[in-house]
């Protein structure tokens, strides 16, 4: 599947052209807060947020 269920969601693979993917750390490891209620709350640990980063590089 290509697009997204929700077609105001930033496709994942975008995310880098849409943000500086090294100031996403501190969101992830506080929590994201999504923008619409179908999305549930994200926190990850350090480690988590590392491999996240290096994979959006």
Avoid: K
Wanted: net charge negative; proline share 11%; glycine share 8%.
């Amino acid at each position: 599947m290509d697009q997204s269920r929700n077609p105001q969601a930033p496709p994942f693979r975008d995310l880098h052209q849409r943000y500086d993917v090294g100031d996403l750390g501190e969101a992830l490891s506080e929590g994201i807060l999504t923008g619409h209620p179908a999305m549930p709350e994200f926190r990850f640990n350090p480690a988590e947020v590392t491999a996240i980063i290096r994979y959006l590089r």
